[in-house]
């Protein structure tokens, strides 16, 4: 069997509306007709994995948790249709998790996440599907921290490689890089790491240098319109991004981590790898939802 990508995280649906500008606390405005959207860091994440595996998107497998409610099935439609494995997605009794988007006349969001179902989901699904060594498990931090740390912990100790992408922003300790083997940030995600690990505040390039040195990891810090830094066996890189014209930058970090651990398990470089995932996050953003197909 060919190895595998566990992607371990949140499954919602996306409330979406368009806005001239974004509130300012205690403002109210009008946004237009709402749409409905599948959404969640995990599964964007897994979807866009699916699509790079191309024929063989079972390779990924959706590791997570939604609601007996009405927004289960249409949170799980696409992954469901693009072949992704969701035989170790669990049904539980908390709702599906919700993400209330507003999107500016720039293409920039505003998210608030409920996660509803996503704080249910724990490390024995990982156990039960089978990681083994050479498989990846991808993570974010939008559900259940203490069970995500149970997997990393899992995850090293069956030999398979430890993705980790840290959005959005929590306050976490240095525990949390111990079972990781890359970890993926953007300015906001680095800047928060930094102040706590005690990293002497500089610009978010040296952040990722002085991470990677301190806790031995691959560190990707992305950079939206800028591109991705990459610092991996004492090499660094940066890619510029194409240029596209925006249309919402929802999930466009989600499809870059997705690409990314799915071109190093078909056996790209990191270098290349990154160029994939940075590609398809920058076409993303000409598209309007989170999961792109």
Known sequence: MKNRLFVFGSINLDLVTRV??????????HGSNYIMLAGGKGAN?????ALAFDQEPSRTLMIGAVGNDAFGTPALANLKKFGVDLSN?????????IALIAIDKHGENAIIV?????????ADQIKKAGLAKGDILLTQQEGNLEEIWKAHSFARQQGATVI???????????DT?????????NEIET????RLTGIAESSAEDIARDLADMFGLVVILTLGSQGVFGVFRKTELKLAAPTVEVVDTTGAGDTFCGVFAASLLMGKDYPDALQAGLNAASLACTR???QQT
């Open 191 to 194: 800047r928060e790491i930094g």
């Open 45 to 49: 994440q897994a979807l866009a994995a």
């Open 89 to 97: 997605t669990i049904e539980v009794g908390a709702g599906t998790g």
């Open 288 to 290: 309007l939802g989170a």
């Open 114 to 122: 409920c996660p509803g179902a996503n704080d249910h989901i724990y």
């Open 20 to 29: 001239a500008r974004h509130p300012q606390p205690g403002e109210t405005l």
């Open 177 to 185: 890089y111990k079972n990781i083997d890359v970890l993926i940030i």
């Open 164 to 174: 980790h992408n840290a959005a959005p922003a929590l306050e976490t300790t240095t």
